[in-house]
T-cell receptor
Framework: AQKVTQAQTEISVVEKEDVTLDCVYE???????LFWYKQPPSGELVFLIR??????QNEISGRYSWNFQKSTSSFNFTITASQVVDSAVYFC????????????FGTGTRLQVFP | DAGVIQSPRHEVTEMGQEVTLRCKPI?????LFWYRQTMMRGLELLIY????????DSGMPEDRFSAKMPNASFSTLKIQPSEPRDSAVYFC????????????FGPGTRLTVT
């Protein structure tokens, strides 16, 4: 069975702090995809990144970076120099396309960035 | 390019009424998903279609819920009769397929059943 765990339910930081959101996944399949989504207070779900199981290179996009480690089944998300606009709920998700097109979502981490 | 379009954005209805939610996926995407989000249950997948064919409807709560995808550019989710516990935000998402499995979400429909 597949599962995604986001153990941090809520994180509060002050602007300009760095923050890491944890994501741990479970799957027995060797081919899978991992995703991060952002849900700001306005409510829409915004796709941030996709990673496949064969590519363990870390990725950086501006202030965002992602650390994928198969050895620990983790796909963590770091925001550098956080800003108030980063306040949102962030979801990690897993897809095992061999079986299904479904995304298995974690329960989300609410990030609050205070000025 | 237009994203996923959902209508209406807000719907308030009385218990027992029929509710129809609509979705237009991104052009060229071959998978479409319906989700429901509540505080209590989080984000739940209700049903998804691949090339307009329903693949997995195991998340549909009960027979009061039905979904159709008559063509590649339109899908509906219908609740008949509606109940207060159906109050939630309903999201539609589409996915490109062909090796790309990320889903792009619409803005959601906030449904309130009184």
């Amino acid at each position: 069975a597949q599962k995604v765990t986001q153990a941090q339910t809520e994180i509060s930081v002050v602007e300009k702090e760095d923050v890491t959101l944890d994501c741990v996944y479970e799957t027995r399949d060797t081919t899978y995809y991992l995703f991060w989504y952002k849900q700001p207070p306005s409510g829409e779900l915004v796709f941030l990144i996709r990673r496949n199981s064969f590519d363990e290179q870390n990725e950086i996009s501006g202030r965002y970076s992602w650390n994928f480690q198969k050895s620990t089944s983790s796909f963590n998300f770091t925001i550098t120099a956080s800003q108030v606009v980063d306040s949102a709920v962030y979801f990690c998700a897993l897809s095992v396309p061999y079986n299904t097109d479904k995304l298995i979502f974690g329960t989300g981490t609410r990030l609050q960035v205070f000025p | 390019d237009a994203g996923v379009i959902q209508s209406p954005r807000h719907e308030v209805t009385e218990m027992g009424q029929e509710v129809t939610l609509r979705c237009k996926p991104i052009s060229g995407h071959n998978s479409l998903f319906w989700y429901r989000q509540t505080m209590m249950r989080g984000l739940e997948l209700l049903i998804y279609f691949n090339n307009n064919v329903p693949i997995d409807d195991s998340g549909m709560p009960e027979d009061r819920f039905s979904a159709k995808m008559p063509n590649a550019s339109f899908s509906t989710l219908k609740i008949q009769p509606s109940e207060p516990r159906d109050s939630a935000v309903y999201f539609c998402a589409s996915s490109p397929g062909q090796g790309r499995y990320e889903q792009y979400f619409g803005p959601g429909t906030r449904l309130t059943v009184t």
